[in-house]
């Protein structure tokens, strides 16, 4: 699956065990953690390829709007063979209970696509079966783990999905909500998300790339 993603994601791992984050990637970092939860904590820039914003209090929201465009872009892009008819489905944030009327990932992608392209594609298509623990808490957990958890509950069959989430880190829950929404009949054809998790200082605090995610990311030694 092909993961596109526009921040370098500078882990508050590898701030605290490696070394802490240079001032370029503490941009990033608080640009992913506006979009992650939409409230302002510090102000920063948001550095894209002809536009830098200044971030503040008073401007939190243009964090999700700047995530939309690159959404939008992706969806867009000539190589990407998306229909009208696509839906866009978030990776579900662990408040998304089934008889929750609406959660964080929910609402961040509905906030971002606010009149862009495919606005009316957004869809609450999975969700979680019960609560559980973080990612970093009771160890590792991998998509085996994630997979029997989640609950398909919008009507995917024979339809084409793009995932979207705010981080990608190990890229378990992305690899799992695949699985699941394939076995129930969708074509997935790709994720986009705000960050991808970074441990070194290698790829670039901003800027448009993509990967290929076929199994687990383990960048970090003690993982």
Known sequence: MRVH????????RANKHIKKRPPEYWESYMFVWAVKFGTYKNKFLIQMKNRTVKVTAANIGVAREMFGLFIAYCLNKDDSEVEDDVLLIP?????ALKNAATYRSLEM???AMVGRDFEDRVTDGVRWTKKLAKSH????HNREYWKPHLEVIADVDGK?????DDVLSTGGTLLAMMEVLEEAGANVLFAVVCGKTVYDCQLKPYGRQEIELVNEIHEYEGE
Do not use: C, R
């Open 91 to 95: 990776v579900p944030s662990k408040d």
């Open 5 to 12: 993603f526009i921040s370098a994601y500078y882990s508050e």
């Open 109 to 111: 992608l509905e906030e």
């Open 137 to 140: 808490e009771g160890g590792h």
């Open 160 to 164: 084409d999905v793009v995932l979207i």
